[in-house]
């Protein structure tokens, strides 16, 4: 019964792949075919049409589940501080005290971006994020979307999607929801803070009118003695300087005049970077030095390794030494009896 019964699995089996095989054949015997192409492009057609409907299916069922107050998308979009769970729905966790510390030395005067990120535990470009986010008063305010259009589209390293980027929706498709009943901070609160934060926006020297930018290179450069940002300083003069000598005086990297500094920069980027033995030079040196850290590597590798075995031979050692001095004090009782 069993022989009979694996006989007919393997022919069952033999015959789907001919099956398989048959159509494949005929698939790329019709491809060469007037009519062949033209069902090609008419099944290409429905299943784009096919694929197109499917995709707005899934949006409008997460938009359904968003106007309900729910999560429509993995928790790796949710706030820092902000959890969620089915049945219980949004909810602050316990380092949501951290931010409520950060809104209250906001409006108490200490306005400093840097000194909040320290004590929320993110960037500066974070905390900047955190405090405009209206979740904290109990609101979601969901007023973007991906862009769906080909300008939309990210292409990663290998040339598939890797994600797309964010654009405003339009004020009748603003998701606006409760979802909290007790906001970590008042709504008074809140929009004090964001008052001062547009206040301290439309101050900033970014944001003014007619301003001359003078340095070319602000924010492209980088030290090559500590690899610290480089900054730009005005003492009586423009100046580049690094931020390791200008902050924490630990680079020995000097001041560097504007003038100076940008037209070697323009030479190099107009004359030394077109040429192509100055690109080669440049991608030999890469390679040692990628090889000669590699080397490193390996060398730290087994050094650790090495340590490891001292380590183990040490224990080792000690083991025997004590099972000796055990099997001794054995013996030396014995002798005694």
Request: proline fraction near 2%; charge should be positive.
């Amino acid at each position: 019964m069993y022989q009979k019964t694996f006989q007919n699995l393997t022919r069952s089996h033999s015959e789907r792949r001919l099956f398989i095989f048959r159509c494949r054949e005929e698939l790329s015997l019709s491809a060469l075919s007037k009519t062949g192409r033209l069902m090609g492009t008419i099944r290409a057609a429905i299943a784009g049409l096919e694929r197109t409907e499917i995709l707005e299916r899934i949006w409008t069922a997460k938009e359904e589940k968003r106007r309900r107050g729910e999560l429509a998308q993995s928790k790796v979009v949710l706030p820092r501080a902000v959890g969620y769970e089915k049945g219980r729905g949004f909810y602050y966790k316990p380092e949501a005290e951290r931010v409520r510390e950060a809104f209250r030395r906001f409006l108490g005067g200490d306005q400093s971006y840097v000194e909040l990120a320290k004590l929320v535990g993110v960037t500066p470009r974070g905390i900047h994020l955190v405090l405009r986010n209206p979740i904290w008063t109990g609101w979601r305010v969901i007023d973007k979307k991906r862009d769906i259009s080909a300008a939309g589209r990210y292409a990663g390293v290998d040339g598939r999607q890797a994600d797309r980027r964010k654009v405003a929706r339009a004020p009748e498709d603003v998701i606006r929801v409760k979802v909290i009943a007790e906001g970590l901070i008042s709504e008074k609160e809140f929009q004090s803070v964001q008052r001062i934060m547009d206040l301290k926006q439309s101050k900033h020297w970014r944001s003014r009118l007619g301003y001359e930018h003078r340095f070319t290179y602000q924010g492209f450069l980088t030290c090559s003695n500590c690899g610290e940002p480089i900054y730009t300083a005005f003492a009586r003069r423009d100046y580049y300087a690094c931020k390791g000598r200008w902050n924490t005086h630990t680079c020995t990297a000097g001041y560097m005049g504007r003038e100076r500094l940008e037209v070697l920069l323009d030479l190099l980027f107009a004359e030394r970077v077109t040429d192509a033995g100055f690109l080669e030079q440049c991608v030999e040196a890469i390679r040692r030095r990628s090889e000669q850290s590699g080397a490193d590597l390996r060398i730290r590798r087994l050094m650790l390794e090495i340590n490891a075995l001292r380590e183990k031979r040490s224990r080792v050692i000690e083991t025997s030494t004590i099972r000796l001095q055990s099997q001794n004090r054995c013996d030396g009782c014995h002798n005694r009896r």
